[in-house]
Each structure stands twice: as structure tokens, then as C-alpha cells.
């Protein structure tokens, strides 16, 4: 079972940042699969919402309310994921879920696991 711990989040101000980290206990390569990592976000009373994430080969996507103030990247090497997070602003509170997704090779999801979510909160 593969385990997520996230750290950093917390309070900051507007236009400030924030950089969020998770580790996964284990990373699973095969020639046979693929895999995400990535961050989610949950505010109060709204649904979880992609971040951005990134692929094994480094493809990257981001949703378009961060693109140009969010950075993520990934070391294969550590089994770590990180989001940078600039000019943040008060709609960016939420909790923050680290996510590890894998693929097989008719690009179905055969894993999924989750952190146990991190608050960021941005007010003045």
C-alpha cells in the first residue's frame, strides 16, 4: 500500500507563497504502467479540484486558475512531489491532497492513493 506523506501549507498572506511537499512511501515502475503525481484541492463546500499534476516522463498540466503562479515538479529519484505557490490569493484556501495515480497499459486506473491533506489558508 503505498503511503503519502505531505508537508508545508499553512497561513500566509495575499500575494505571498507557499510550497507544499510529498513523499511517497514507494513508487511503482513498470514497463506495463504509468503514473501520475500531483496535487488536488478541496475548499468548503465546493468539490476537489485537479491543481496540477505530472507524469513519470514529465508532462505537466495545470489548472487554469494557478497556470503562471503555481509550479510543480517531481523527483522520481526521492518519490517526491512539490507545488511552489506565488501570488497566492484568498480563493487558493483549501486543503491541499497530494495524489499518486497509476495507470495500466489501456490507460485504466489501477491505483489511486491519497494524502491526508494539508490546509493552506490565504487572508489578510
Known amino acids: 500500500q503505498v503511503q503519502l506523506m505531505e508537508s508545508g501549507g499553512g497561513l500566509v498572506q495575499p500575494g505571498g507563497s507557499l510550497r507544499l511537499s510529498c513523499t511517497a512511501s514507494?513508487?511503482?515502475?513498470?514497463?506495463?504502467?504509468?503514473?501520475?503525481m500531483g496535487w488536488y484541492r478541496q475548499a468548503p463546500g465546493k468539490e476537489r479540484e485537479l491543481v496540477a499534476v505530472?507524469?513519470?516522463?514529465?508532462?505537466?498540466n495545470y489548472a487554469d486558475s494557478v497556470k503562471g503562479r503555481f509550479t510543480i515538479s517531481r523527483d522520481n529519484a526521492k518519490n517526491t512531489v512539490g507545488l511552489e505557490m506565488n501570488s497566492l490569493k484568498p480563493e487558493d484556501t483549501a486543503v491541499y491532497y497530494c495524489?499518486?495515480?497509476?495507470?495500466?497499459?489501456?490507460?485504466?486506473?489501477?491505483?489511486?492513493?491519497w494524502g491526508q491533506g494539508t490546509q493552506v489558508t490565504v487572508s489578510s
Open positions: 505530472v507524469t513519470s516522463g514529465g508532462r505537466i
Open positions: 495524489n499518486y495515480r497509476l495507470y495500466n497499459d489501456h490507460a485504466l486506473v489501477i491505483g489511486d492513493y
Open positions: 514507494e513508487m511503482i515502475f513498470s514497463l506495463f504502467s504509468s503514473d501520475t
